[in-house]
């Protein structure tokens, strides 16, 4: 297997290393992504319905620790204004 020029990367989430898909601005790797983005889909929905909840009420409802939400803010997919 040909490693050179492959970009790797660790898990944001399980910190294991993983091949990074350059076109992919994800910082985890195939697993956690997609859990992550199931979770990012049900706070979208949750915010959709409750407009202007707070990082925590949003954890709250939803189940989804509080740091992964205000990472979802950080990383600017949405707001919660
Ligand atoms: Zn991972």
């Known amino acids: 297997m040909e490693l050179k020029g492959q970009n790797f990367e660790n898990c944001r989430s399980c910190n ?3 091949a990074a898909n350059p ?40 189940g989804i620790p509080v740091e992964l939400i205000l990472d979802f803010i950080a990383d600017e997919r949405f707001t919660t204004d």
């Open 16 to 18: 294991k290393a993983y």
């Open 23 to 62: 076109f992919l601005r994800s910082k985890y790797c195939p697993t956690c992504e997609d859990t992550y983005e199931s979770k990012y889909k049900t706070v979208r929905e949750y915010l959709y319905d409750h407009r202007g909840s707070s990082a925590v009420q949003i954890a709250e409802a939803t």
